[in-house]
């Protein structure tokens, strides 16, 4: 490799790019913290009108949870198939982990319609105002995080295929997905079943 | 393609001034020196113009019944003043001396995301731009029922609602127009950008400290710089999601802080000042890093008590989250609440005062300096103790309520962020100026800057506390004859004028000693950090080679030794280590990679303001123009030959 | 890369993980109709299955565990801060009349 690579660094043993990320996360806990608070809130207020337990479909919304909650497992698989330098299987995974991601967001889409025609929209009152916010915040993250897998996909079938030392790695966005996994996690219980 | 430097071609092509290489290397440079001297000058201009705010704010309140400016005009003047100071002018100056000494200081050849840096400074001049064009395209209409029933003029069409954004004030009811829209997207798009730069700097610090420059071996600034990128990373997020809150009620109907929809006005304040106490110290403490860095080297001692310095910075920085209340104790929050933030505020004097005590033990029997550096730092120290010593003042609650909204509160944040932020800055300004420049600034222009400002300064600012302590309330724009205040209002107004004169000393000192002053020498100050260990102004490598860190001021103790009584000896063979440290660092033995430049950071930035307008205008068109812009830089950037930079 | 990298399981430690995940979720709604008979608690149930999900996916799928102290301290200092904040504000809010 080049000089500049082996200009010498105090080492941390964490990757820099990998490193980044992290701090990104730490600081997306933040942004999902402070939407909670306030979705909290506004939960505990005695308002009237129309609220997200009058519209919502539990177990839609927990087979929503599941899906995303093993795309995972298969973004898991991915990096360990890259690890293993087996091309045509990471490929797989990481399709699969998008198209998992697409169907969540599709349950998504179709949530809201279902509860737009309920009657609960988004300058209806405080408890919607403030679902919304809160989900389709999440919701974006997990666009951003399908368009990044696809273009990893993309970048895989090229020739060089995916490797973990650099460019966008594939490290970085399973780092971004997981991260927005647990966030569900987080919402799923906090929004819809407490 | 990677740009290899080879060691005899460089010096021809890549040495400054730089300006012989054309703008398009600035718009597409991803060097981390030439994206600090873009932040201090774009910041510096903003300063300029928050500054002539504060200036015609002053016009108006030198006479009492004034009409110099209407009521709509005076409350855009002021909103625009302090969102302009705190946020385009002492934030990104503070960058500036990020981007440009923090490499420097761990001996790295550039931050650890040379194009992420770029994206954050295009997105911090766009942010800008976008803020201010609504002297162009905002409106500020008078509220239904209001006193402020006159034609707004252009002046007026500014933000209004203070920088502060209070809730429902701020809302869409009390403040119509699209003013306000602009303030709220406007200070979303800057705080991308400087989260963005707070990832970059704690990465750089974290991974790209050059070989024994462990943590207990950085200098000061380099902390400072470190914790201030912790609270940015930290508080940024949550007046993120306030903000979108506002645009969502003011632009989408919903009621997320007004009352009538079930709404929280109080939640605003806890998120506003959950980010704006911690913004705070983002403020304040690159200039401790800065003053913790001058008064060693011209007291030629070093810094007194290094480590408590250090870790009183993260006392502060950590502390410094929970405080935001004492913003609030005029609202409706518990009493019990008032007790603890009464309490933490009273706290946080603490790891203060032992700053405090240490710069004061550096100095403490040293062989002083007094040249201009040296001056705005002891300044510093005493403009600053006033403002803190009046901010204690307002941990007693009874007395903050009494205090709430007078001049008071006004004299104290401008002794801590005048006083204290922008002397350290102007001390850093001076002191760096050899290193970025090669050439000497004007030492006697450099003092009657100080002493005018000095003067200027207290006279603005130290009536200002009787003023208030009379009851003379902020952000009001006229006080009647009857209540005596003009006396010390034209004072105020005087001392302001005073430090615009100051300001003018400063910039023809910067001017003309950037053309023509004397050439820089190799070490001008005698300095301790591995900074000045290499030529000024600074080779676009930096390091030829990687320095080896042996120690704290690790410069400073390869030019002295000890005696037996513990002072200082030159090394009789300092004198020729310099030479030779020149002499390498103008010629690297080795081929040197540098990151190449890329025109997508500002391809990205530009699809920013775009999004912020289209919520203004209701426009899709500008939506997607906006996100085109956005995803073609990101794929252009994604795409990039990836050996090279990131 | 590091060495850490050596000691992250294998797929099928991975897909088993998934599984006690899967289960996780499941009794987390089965909770949520089982509200009458549980009663107030619930409520600290769902938390700890939550807690427990966040933890195992943060753990192992996001290799937390086998991840260098300076990632680990960031991430979890961001954690613990969100929380005290959070708490307070919260506490604030729902305590206002009251105190």
């Known amino acids: ?194 | 393609m990677t740009k290899i430097l080879e060691p005899k071609k460089q010096n021809s092509i890549f040495r400054r001034p730089s300006s012989e290489t054309g703008i398009w290397s600035w718009i597409t440079t991803v060097d981390h020196k030439k994206i600090g001297i873009m932040y201090g000058y774009a910041a510096f201009f903003f300063l300029l113009i928050g500054g002539l705010e504060a200036l015609v704010l002053r016009i108006q309140l030198s006479q009492p019944d004034n009409n110099f400016l209407s009521a709509a005009e005076y409350n855009a003047m002021f909103t625009m003043h302090g969102t302009t100071m705190i946020f385009l002018a002492i934030m990104p100056i503070s960058a500036a001396f990020f981007n440009y000494l923090l490499p420097l200081q761990i001996g790295a050849r550039d931050v650890a995301f040379p194009r992420l840096n770029a994206l954050s400074f295009w997105i911090f001049i766009f942010g800008g731009i976008f803020l201010y064009s609504t002297f162009i395209f905002g409106t500020a209409g008078a509220p239904e029922g209001g006193y402020l029933d006159e034609e707004v003029s252009w002046l007026g069409s500014a933000p209004n609602g203070g920088w502060f954004g209070y809730q429902p004030n701020a809302g869409l009811k009390y403040s119509p127009g699209t003013a306000m829209d602009f303030w709220a997207l406007g200070l979303q798009i800057l705080g991308i950008a400087s989260l963005i730069s707070a990832f970059n700097f704690i990465t750089t610090i974290i991974n790209m400290r050059t070989k024994g420059m462990r943590f207990m071996r950085m200098p000061v600034f380099t902390w400072m710089t470190f914790a201030v990128s912790f609270l940015l990373a930290f508080s940024l997020p949550i007046i993120a999601i306030a903000l979108f809150y506002v645009t969502f009620d003011r632009n989408f109907g919903t009621s997320f802080f007004l009352v009538e929809g079930g709404g929280d006005p109080v939640l605003w304040q806890h998120l506003f000042w959950l980010f704006g106490h911690p913004e705070v110290y983002i403020l304040i403490l690159p200039a401790f890093g800065i003053v913790s860095e001058v008064l060693p080297t011209f007291s030629r001692k070093p810094l007194f008590g290094y480590a408590a310095i250090v870790f009183a910075g993260f006392g502060i920085a950590f502390i410094g989250f929970g405080v935001w209340a004492h913003h609030m104790f005029a609202s409706s929050i518990s009493t019990v609440a008032q007790a603890g933030f009464g309490l933490s505020t009273m706290v946080i004097a603490v790891p203060t005062g032992v700053k405090i005590f240490n710069w004061l033990g550096t100095i403490w029997g040293g062989k002083l300096k007094l040249n201009t550096p040296m001056l705005f730092s002891l300044g510093f120290i005493g403009m600053f103790v006033i403002g803190g010593l009046s901010g204690v003042t307002h941990s007693i609650v009874p007395a903050d309520t009494q205090q709430t909204d007078t001049y008071y509160i006004v004299a104290h944040f401008h002794y801590v962020l005048f006083g204290g932020a922008m002397f350290g800055i102007f001390s850093g300004l001076y002191y760096w100026f050899p290193k970025v420049w090669g050439k000497m600034y004007n030492e006697t222009l450099g003092k009657i800057h100080f002493w005018l400002m000095l003067i200027g300064f207290n006279l603005t600012f130290g009536p200002m506390h009787w003023l208030g302590l009379q009851g003379q309330v902020r952000r009001t724009w006229v006080y009647a004859k009857e209540t005596n205040l003009q006396f010390w209002n034209v004072i105020v107004t005087i001392g302001a004028f005073i430090i615009a004169l100051s300001i003018v000393v400063f910039m023809i000192n910067w001017i003309f000693s950037k053309r023509n002053g004397e050439k820089a020498p190799f070490d001008p100050w005698d300095a301790r950090t591995i900074e000045w260990s290499i030529p000024s102004p600074t080779p676009v490598w930096n390091f030829s080679t990687a320095p080896n860190v042996k120690s704290l001021d690790d410069f400073w103790h390869s030019k002295y030794d000890e005696d037996e009584e513990g002072r200082a000896v030159r090394k009789p063979t300092a004198d020729q280590l310099l030479i030779d440290l020149e002499e390498d660092g103008l010629n690297p033995k080795e081929e040197i990679i540098l990151p190449n430049p890329s025109y997508f950071p500002i391809v990205l930035a530009s699809g920013l303001p775009l999004l912020g307008y289209a919520v203004i205008f209701k426009s899709i068109a500008l939506a997607v123009v906006g996100v085109i812009l956005i995803l073609s830089g990101s794929f252009g950037w994604g795409t990039e030959p990836l050996e090279e930079g990131h | 890369m590091s060495n850490s990298h050596l000691s992250h399981p294998t797929p099928k430690k991975y897909v088993q993980i998934a599984i006690v995940l899967g289960v996780l979720t499941a009794i987390e709604v089965a909770l949520y109709y089982t509200e009458e008979i549980v009663g107030s608690f619930t409520a600290p149930l769902l938390v700890t299955l939550a807690i427990g999900k966040f933890v195992i996916v943060v753990g192992w799928f996001m290799h937390l565990r086998f991840e260098n102290k300076t990632v680990n301290r960031f991430f979890t200092g961001g954690m613990i801060l969100a929380l005290i904040l959070f708490a307070i504000v919260m506490f604030e809010r729902a305590s206002a009349n009251y105190f």
Not at chain 1, 85 to 101: S, Y
Not at chain 1, 171 to 177: G, I, K, S, T
Request: proline share 2%; charged share 15%.
């Open chain 1, 1 to 194: 490799m080049s000089t500049a690579h082996a200009y010498p660094h105090e080492d941390t043993g964490v990757e820099t790019r990998k490193l980044g990320m992290w701090v990104f996360l730490s600081t997306e806990i933040l942004f999902f913290g402070t939407l909670i608070t306030t979705f909290m809130i506004f939960k505990g207020k005695d308002f009237p009108g129309i609220k997200l337990t009058d519209v919502y479909d539990i177990p839609f919304t927990s087979i929503s949870s599941f899906v995303l909650l093993m795309s995972s497992l298969t973004m898991v698989l991915a990096h360990n198939a890259l690890e293993s330098d087996d091309q045509e299987k990471t490929r797989v995974w990481l399709l699969a982990t998008a198209m998992l991601g697409a169907v969540f967001l599709a349950g998504q889409i179709y949530e809201f319609t279902e509860f737009y025609h309920k009657g609960f929209e988004l300058d209806t009152n405080i408890f919607s105002s403030s679902f919304y916010v809160l989900t389709g915040f999440h919701g974006l993250h997990v666009f951003i995080g399908v368009v990044l897998l696809l273009s990893l996909w993309g970048i895989g079938q090229r020739q060089n295929g995916l490797t973990l030392e650099s460019g966008m790695n594939l490290e970085f966005v399973a780092l971004y997905w997981h991260f927005v996994d647990i966030v569900w996690i987080v919402l799923f219980t906090v929004v819809y079943l407490i």
